[in-house]
């Protein structure tokens, strides 16, 4: 199942072009391999998705794609998150599942953090993220001043500087923040809640994953659509997701691919 490496991590405005060999959080180089991937699959077949030829449109090694994807088909049924971009080279069934933003916080949230703009408001507060990542564009664009931005090479990093207090909270998709919480079990940290999903220019930076066709197979894309807009939301459906790590904040509500495909951003 696809994060956002956004991410995606999904990738979305202001993340790095899959040929950058700079170095990407883990949920940006799986959003720039499955673009990688979906750029291979523009007028052709599906065999045409190798991890070799993954890796050479991505710029990355061969086994760096396997860390990511175990095999071609895990990399090939990842949903990816709905871009206006890939719209032009794939179809895309309607979403099923969303993604947001959330700030990892010390247990109790002592500075009651909530928001980027809660940040923004409160001289004293600092929030962390990592280098590259879409939330340090939010994190600027809703008035988070530069020198309360703690910027941190990667995820571990970051947690380590909420650990030290050395930022008060981490901004991070809701995937990572809950995969970190999971695997730590401590007492000490906790996901902000509620959490307040950043809006830039009117539009929500949500993203949305979903599953994407050739263009020619509309008919196979829409049979998809019906099944699947009668099974999201069923206990079975949030059974299957609850072992990646969704949970009811994670449902695409009313959104569609067609929506998401006219987006600006």
């Not at 990738?11 to 949920?27: I, K, N, S």
């Not at 207090?165 to 809640?193: E, I």
């Not at 459906?237 to 929506?259: C, E, H, Q, V, W």
Request: aromatic content about 8%; some cysteine.
């Amino acid at each position: 199942m696809a994060q956002r490496t956004d991410a995606g991590t999904a990738t979305r405005a202001g993340r790095r072009d899959p040929g950058e060999r700079g170095r990407l959080g883990r949920e940006e180089r799986r959003e720039a391999l499955l673009d990688a991937a979906s750029a291979l699959a523009v007028g052709g077949e599906p065999e045409a998705i190798t991890m070799d030829a993954v890796a050479e449109r991505a710029g990355v090694s061969r086994p760096l794609v396997y860390r990511h994807f175990p095999n071609r088909e895990d990399l090939i049924a990842a949903g990816m998150y709905i871009l206006p971009r890939r719209c032009k080279q794939i179809a895309f069934a309607n979403p099923t599942y969303s993604v947001g933003d959330a700030f990892l916080v010390k247990a109790r949230n002592p500075k009651n953090l909530h928001s980027y703009e809660d940040v923004a408001k409160n001289s004293k507060a600092r929030l962390g993220v990592v280098v590259g990542t879409v939330e340090q564009q939010w994190a600027g664009e809703l008035g988070v001043p530069s020198d309360r931005l703690v910027i941190f090479p990667d995820t571990p990093s970051a947690l380590a500087g909420v650990q030290s207090d050395r930022v008060d909270a981490f901004a991070g998709t809701s995937l990572t923040v809950q995969d970190l919480l999971r695997k730590l079990h401590s007492k000490q940290l906790a996901k902000a809640q509620p959490f307040k999903q950043p809006v830039i220019n009117g539009v929500s930076v949500r993203g949305y994953g979903a599953f994407g066709f050739r263009k020619s197979d509309a008919a196979f894309r829409e049979a998809f659509n019906k099944r699947m807009a009668a099974f999201i939301g069923t206990p079975r459906y949030t059974k299957i997701m609850s072992r990646f790590g969704f949970g009811k904040d994670n449902l695409p509500g009313k959104m569609t691919a067609k929506d998401l495909c006219q987006r600006e951003r």
